[in-house]
């Protein structure tokens, strides 16, 4: 077993080692990685992130993909962009991650009880969602109505799939799914997110949305749950994005306007960012 | 206020000699190759007896002064934060084994005394010692925290500002205002060198009562320390109005002055290497070529580069105009909201190396004297 010899001056830059359990290929270019926390402890929120460090190669932040509860193992749902990414899809069972976290203010589940949850999701930004997802799930008393709208670009890119299928045969939680282009196999809705937004029923006036995915769908989104259904910014949240280097408020590298985004985020209410996003080079 | 000592540049050796008797690695100004630079002195001789600075926008020349003062320069381009915060510092290495990772011990904080370190100077620690703070009780910089605590730190204040100081505008100077061991004040009375001697801290007041043949001020002296300070408070190079400055720089983040800043700055990254508070950096993975030995390194990055922005494939801040703004928005307005305080200190470094002299006390003047925040253009703030 892998021992961490208590560096002299313990820095919040020194990660530490986690087991793969399993490595699960999801789409062509995303995989998840199960993971053991070395003493089976590992305390999160949904929403999330830990730095992943691929041994020698680099450090990324990834948001958890898994229940915040129900397993001592932590999935990371990562997509194949650049080096790093690269080198932790090669990683096989019995390999280890470094991993430092979690960190980030998570997604408001407690300031959510009582309320409709409309949990909005595109492309891989679903894998951040799934937490809430699950939460909402657990505590299902919690919440009014729980909506889950998913979009992605064709249905070949269906994140989580045979899931997103299992949610929409509850009754207790709606979910629909819409790919931007579609094959003659598919018999779903086609077109981008929003538009589902049209065909679930929820009380505007009593829900947060949780959004994530691309900045210029979590505008759109926001944008029109706020101009179609007069939802106030205060009850839509976001997940950004930046490439942070340390997740800790140290680098500088994440900041939008006043905020770290690591540490103030990654999670915010759109009121808080909305008006960044009209400023080209924030 | 703790007891004043007084004594001549002997006394000033003899301090030198007592800390590095008790363990502490000296650094100090030193002129080398024709520039200040800070590093290990082991007396007075090291000083830079006798020399000055002339600054000015994107100008640094050493000059020979013709007396024999001590601390008759300003600033140099490094900053202290080279020793607390090195450009480059390795993080942590380990092994990889099947069995996962070890991480190798950290090595022991070095045990410095810090020699003639400007008020400015002193403040800009305390910025960045506000930035690194713990919030859950590991510190986010462990090196730099312990390096820092153990730190002994002998202040100068400052009777002759340089071209490019506004530290009485950033509240900052000409006299030290808390955080350090000892200060020294250099005047020069009835011709002679004096040094004004007083210590800021238990550790100072400790190192000041076993130095033998300090003396006590004469009056004279005390109000020609005073009057040196008062002269030097009103004889700044330049003024920062920071009357609602954050505001104003946030409610102006689609001026047009940016884009005229970018036509001459040149992205060099100089102002944020020079800089005391400048604090960005990035992390360096390297693995030996047998895979087996990895070494995490942080380094200095700066918010005038490109790659410092990058993300999917491009960068968020591809104009050099919206590098500036972010960097003078952090500095001046943003890193309130952060840290309730102004990233800036007023020491002018970023303006003396800038090399097409790019003056952020007259950017900021520009910006105020073309607010646009009440004009359909300044809707929407940058923060």
Not at chain 2, 178 to 205: P, Q
Not at chain 2, 228 to 240: Q, Y
Not at chain 2, 248 to 270: F, Q, T, V
């Amino acid at each position: 077993m892998a021992t961490l010899i208590e560096p002299a001056v313990i820095d919040q830059m020194t990660p530490i080692p986690f087991k793969v359990r399993s490595v699960r290929e999801e789409l062509s270019h995303t995989f998840t990685l199960e993971l053991e926390p070395p003493n089976g402890d590992f305390t999160f929120e949904p929403g999330q992130f830990t730095m992943v460090y691929a041994f020698g190669i680099g450090e990324v932040p990834i948001s958890i993909s898994s229940s915040a509860t129900r397993e001592a193992t932590l999935l990371q749902t990562i997509r194949r962009t650049g080096a790093v990414t690269h080198a932790l899809g090669t990683l096989k069972s019995g390999d280890y991650v470094g991993i430092r976290g979690p960190y980030g203010r998570p997604w408001p589940m407690k300031e959510a009880k009582g309320r409709d949850l409309l949990i909005i999701g595109g492309g891989i930004g679903l894998a951040p969602l799934r937490p809430a997802i699950y939460h909402a799930m657990e505590n299902r008393d919690d919440y009014e109505r729980v909506v889950v709208l998913y979009g992605t670009r064709t249905p070949d890119d269906i994140l989580f799939e045979t899931e997103l299928r299992r949610w929409g045969d509850r009754t207790d939680i709606t979910t629909l799914i819409t790919v931007d282009a579609a094959d003659r196999g598919w018999y779903g809705a086609v077109g981008v997110v929003t538009r589902l937004i049209g065909r679930v029923g929820f009380d505007p006036s009593n829900a947060t949305a949780l959004v994530c995915g691309p900045e210029i769908m979590m505008t759109v989104t926001a944008e029109r749950l706020m101009e179609g259904y007069s939802m106030k910014p205060q009850s839509i949240y976001v997940t950004m994005e930046r490439n942070m280097k340390c997740g800790i408020g140290v680098c500088g590298h994440c900041q939008f306007g006043s905020k770290f985004i690591c540490t103030d985020g990654a999670v915010f209410s759109f009121d808080e960012v909305g008006h960044l996003f009209d400023i080209k080079g924030v | 206020m703790s007891e004043m000592y007084v004594s001549g540049q002997s006394g000033i050796g003899r301090l030198i000699q007592a800390l590095a008797e008790s363990g502490h690695r000296v650094i100090g100004p030193v002129v080398r190759n024709e520039a200040l630079v800070y590093d290990e002195i082991d007396g007075v001789e090291d000083l830079p007896k006798g020399w000055t600075d002339l600054q000015e926008p994107g100008r640094y020349r050493l000059e020979q002064r013709g007396d024999e003062k001590l601390f008759g320069y300003v600033v140099g381009s490094a900053s202290w934060k080279q020793f607390l915060n090195p450009p480059e510092t390795v993080l942590w290495s380990g092994t990889v084994s099947p069995d996962g990772f070890m991480t190798d011990p950290a090595p022991e904080p070095p045990k410095y005394a810090f020699f003639g370190v400007r008020p400015c100077e002193v403040a800009a620690m305390g910025v960045l010692d506000t930035v690194y703070g713990s919030d859950n009780g590991t510190p986010s910089m462990g090196m730099r925290t312990a390096t820092r605590e153990q730190t002994f730190i002998v202040a100068v204040n400052c009777v002759e500002p340089g071209g490019n100081c506004f530290c009485v505008s950033m509240d900052t100077g000409p006299a030290v205002k808390g955080g350090y061991d000892i200060a020294i004040t250099e005047i020069v009375h009835n011709g002679n060198m004096r040094y004004l001697i007083e210590g800021g801290s238990k550790a100072g007041a400790k190192v000041l009562e076993g130095m033998v043949n300090l003396e006590e001020p004469t009056e004279a002296e005390l109000e020609a320390r005073d009057s040196s300070l008062a002269e030097a408070a009103a004889n700044m190079g330049r003024t920062l109005d920071i009357e609602d400055l954050p505001e104003l720089l946030k409610g102006n983040a689609r001026n047009p002055r940016w884009d005229s800043i970018a036509e001459r700055c040149l992205a060099c990254a100089n102002c944020t290497m020079v800089c005391p508070t400048c604090f960005c950096n990035t992390v360096d993975d390297n693995l030996s070529l047998d895979g087996t030995q990895a070494t995490r390194t942080r380094k200095w990055d700066s918010c005038f580069t490109l790659g410092f922005s990058y993300m999917h494939g491009r960068p968020m801040r591809e104009g050099v105009g919206a590098r500036y703004r972010q960097w003078i928005t952090h500095k001046l307005a943003t890193w309130v909201d952060q840290f309730d305080e102004m990233g800036c200190v007023g020491c002018g470094r970023c303006i003396t190396w800038c090399p097409v002299g790019i003056d952020i006390t007259h950017e900021a003047a520009a910006i105020r004297r073309a607010d646009l925040r009440d004009t359909p253009i300044g809707i929407g703030g940058f923060a």
